[in-house]
């Protein structure tokens, strides 16, 4: 009688799975398996070494541990800025590459301003009320006295073929909107055709972020590098006569910039207001000459007040080589060197 197969032939083993056959003593021998390496293992035991190392030469064991980091910090930090430099940092060879809209200019004419223009009727410009104005601005003839520095500094930049005017001044007041003093200056003198200089318009600007003035001056140098590629071989700082001492000898001195290439344009105060204003001056003035880069005490809060909009200052990501200047905060000039010195 045959046998009966099933229809699937079911696999047959010769030897046993996971197994090595031996043919000369006809055994079964188990394979090895390679060892399996244990990383967490590994690092606890490197742990408990630096561990007991730590113990034993707790100072020695620190300073390698700390040398360590600070090596790797650096290498970090330099594959990183190789592969991927800063798209911030303004580069020498921008220059070559046109970049900057004003490269040919040389000099810097500053106007300070003072307020903001809040009239829709441009018809009433020396007008008191088309002005926002400080109690301490309130007089008769205020308004004309902005009107005599705009006009001042276009004069001043129409005299010279190689100079950039800045309107310099942020948005200061909460109840005039947001609206830089610096803008109100320049539509001013648009709305005047540029008092018959209309070559001017075209290398006139704004800085739109000073709070005091000698964010007026040192703003603008930055933002004159932004434009140009440059800092300003000449500066004119345009504002009322009995500022000159702030500017001129406080403000410049800070700022390490040459006395003689520091020209200082100065316009008289409304008579009403010239007693006041120089008694206040007087204790600007004061102020300044303790705290000659106004980030400490009275100085400070005053420009917090004069941020009601809380703008974030772009500066110093346009003028790099004066970062420096900007972070300083002492009583002594700044130290480090500076690119007109």
Not at 124 to 151: C, M, N, R, V
Not at 185 to 210: C, I, M, N, P, Q
Not at 213 to 226: A, D, G, K, Q, T
Request: charged share 25%; with cysteine.
């Amino acid at each position: 009688m045959l046998n009966k197969y099933p229809n699937k032939a079911s696999s047959y083993y010769a030897y046993q799975r996971g197994s090595d056959f031996d043919l000369e003593s006809g055994s079964v021998r188990k394979s090895r398996k390679p060892p399996k390496t244990s990383f967490p293992k590994m690092f606890k035991s490197l742990g408990n070494r630096i561990h007991h190392l730590f113990k034993l030469h707790p100072v020695l064991v620190s300073i390698v541990l700390v040398s360590f980091g600070i090596t790797v910090l650096i290498i970090i930090s330099s594959i990183y800025e190789s592969q991927f430099p800063s798209a911030v940092a303004y580069k020498k060879n921008d220059l070559d590459n046109d970049v900057y809209p004003f490269a040919n200019l040389k000099n810097l004419v500053m106007v300070a301003g003072h307020s903001v223009y809040t009239s829709s009727n441009c018809g009433k410009l020396d007008k008191e009320e088309s002005w926002f104005l400080e109690s301490y601005q309130k007089h008769p003839g205020q308004a004309a006295t902005f009107l005599s520095h705009i006009e001042e500094g276009v004069e001043a930049a129409a005299k010279d073929d190689e100079a950039l005017l800045l309107f310099s001044g942020g948005e200061t007041r909460k109840d005039a909107g947001p609206r830089s003093e610096a803008q109100s200056y320049w539509a001013v003198a648009e709305s005047k055709g540029w008092f018959g200089k209309d070559d001017v318009r075209s290398r006139a600007l704004t800085e739109e972020h000073a709070r005091d003035s000698f964010e007026n001056l040192l703003f603008s140098v930055c933002r004159f590098r932004e434009l140009t590629g440059s800092y300003p071989h000449n500066i004119t700082v345009v504002s009322y006569d009995f500022k000159e001492e702030r500017f001129a000898h406080l403000h410049r001195s800070a700022m390490g910039f040459p006395e003689s290439r520091f020209n200082y344009l100065g316009t008289p105060a409304s008579l009403e207001s010239k007693e006041g204003a120089l008694k206040g001056e007087a204790m600007v003035r004061g102020q300044f000459q303790e705290d000659p880069y106004g980030c400490v005490g009275s100085l400070w809060r005053k420009k917090l007040k004069r941020d009601p909009f809380h703008r974030t200052i772009p500066y110093p990501n346009g003028c790099p080589e004066i970062r420096g200047l900007f972070r300083y905060c002492g009583s002594a000039p700044f130290p480090g060197s500076l690119p007109w010195d």
